[in-house]
């Protein structure tokens, strides 16, 4: 229904967030990460991308920084027993990024950190998108520029330090899908434990 609404940031709270569009007040729930982006843009004009969910009892308006983080959360709701506030709990610790990583990897344990999503649901979530989050597609135009920082907050999720990960990631070739660039961090993380 909608694909994006602009306009002025009236309201920010940690799970919502209202535009000021044109006299129209929309409260959109938000992840953690589209949180953090919006906060410097209080009061000023800001843009989000729009999921609309009905339900018998209600519609609850979702809104997202990036186009990205929507096409992920859409992708999560198409796995069953996972609805919008268990999607928005896995984007709120993961990026998309990241998150596709973790379901290459196999990572119930660290998907299930999520509020409110267990490890069977985890499970289901890694068995039904398995392939379905490649968000490596712009890789072929260039590397994506935060390869490397998305590679660091997935070892950050998996217990590794910060000197840990900076030292294993040294060296590795960043025009890479993330998935790779994980595998042969974790290779060396292995070899040095």
């Given at each position: 229904m909608f694909y994006y609404i602009k306009g002025a940031l009236a309201e920010l709270r940690t799970d919502f967030a209202v535009l000021d569009a044109n006299g129209v007040g929309y409260m959109l729930y938000v992840s953690l990460a589209?949180?953090?982006?919006?906060?410097?843009?209080?009061g000023k004009q800001a843009q989000l991308y729009t999921y609309l969910n009905v339900r018998e009892d209600a519609m609850e308006l979702f809104g997202f920084y990036t186009e990205e983080e929507r096409e992920c959360f859409i992708k999560l709701l198409s796995v069953s027993g996972?609805?919008?506030r268990a999607a928005m709990a896995i984007l709120s610790l993961y990026t998309p990024?990241?998150?596709?990583?973790?379901?290459?990897?196999?990572?119930?344990?660290?998907?299930?950190?999520?509020?409110?999503?267990?490890?069977?649901?985890?499970?289901?979530?890694?068995?039904?998108?398995k392939g379905k989050l490649d968000l490596t597609e712009g890789a072929a135009a260039g590397p994506l520029p935060s390869a490397l920082a998305d590679a660091a907050d997935t070892l950050a999720v998996m217990?590794?330090?910060k000197a840990e990960s900076a030292e294993a990631l040294r060296g590795i070739n960043a025009d890479q899908p993330l998935e790779n660039i994980i595998k042969d961090a974790l290779k060396k993380l292995n070899r040095l434990g």
């Open positions: 589209t949180h953090e982006k919006l906060a410097p843009l209080y996972v609805g919008p990024q990241s998150l596709a990583s973790l379901v290459a990897n196999g990572d119930a344990k660290a998907i299930s950190r999520a509020n409110g999503v267990g490890l069977k649901t985890a499970q289901k979530v890694i068995i039904e998108l217990g590794y330090s």
